[in-house]
C-alpha cells in the first residue's frame, strides 16, 4: 500500500526553523513529483513547494527565499526546509506525490506547524 508519512513538525517562535520529512513508501520514488501543501484554519489548502522526478523546484511566493524543497532518492523521502518562520506560517503542512504524466496522487495526513510566541 502507499504511504507518504510526514514528520518533524511542531511549535517555534516566530523566526525559528523547521524541517519537516515525508517518507514515501509503496511508489517508485523516482516517478514522482513531490510537492508540500499547508491548511490553515479557516483557508483553502495551498501549494507551498514542488519538486519535479528532475530536481527542479517552485515555491509560493510568500515563502520564497524562505523555503527549501529537496529530496532524497535513496532514502524514499522529501524536505522542507523551514527557515525565518511567521505566525503566518502556521498550518498543517501535507505532502503529495503526483505520478509523472498522470493524474494519479497520494495524500500524507499531515503534520502540524505552530509559528507562536
Known amino acids: 500500500q502507499v504511504q507518504l508519512v510526514e514528520s518533524g513538525g511542531g511549535l517555534v517562535q516566530p523566526g525559528g526553523s523547521l524541517r519537516l520529512s515525508c517518507a514515501a513508501s509503496g511508489i517508485i520514488f523516482s516517478f514522482y513529483a513531490m510537492r508540500w501543501y499547508r491548511q490553515a484554519p479557516g483557508k483553502q489548502r495551498e501549494l507551498v513547494a514542488g519538486i519535479t522526478s528532475g530536481g527542479r523546484t517552485n515555491y509560493a511566493d510568500s515563502v520564497k527565499g524562505r523555503f527549501t524543497i529537496s529530496r532524497d532518492t535513496a532514502k524514499n523521502t522529501v524536505y522542507l526546509q523551514m527557515n525565518s518562520l511567521l505566525p503566518e506560517d502556521t498550518a498543517v503542512y501535507y505532502c503529495?506525490?503526483?505520478?509523472?504524466?498522470?493524474?494519479?496522487?497520494?495524500w500524507g495526513q499531515g503534520t502540524q506547524v505552530t509559528v507562536s510566541s
Open positions: 503529495n506525490a503526483l505520478m509523472d504524466g498522470s493524474s494519479w496522487y497520494y
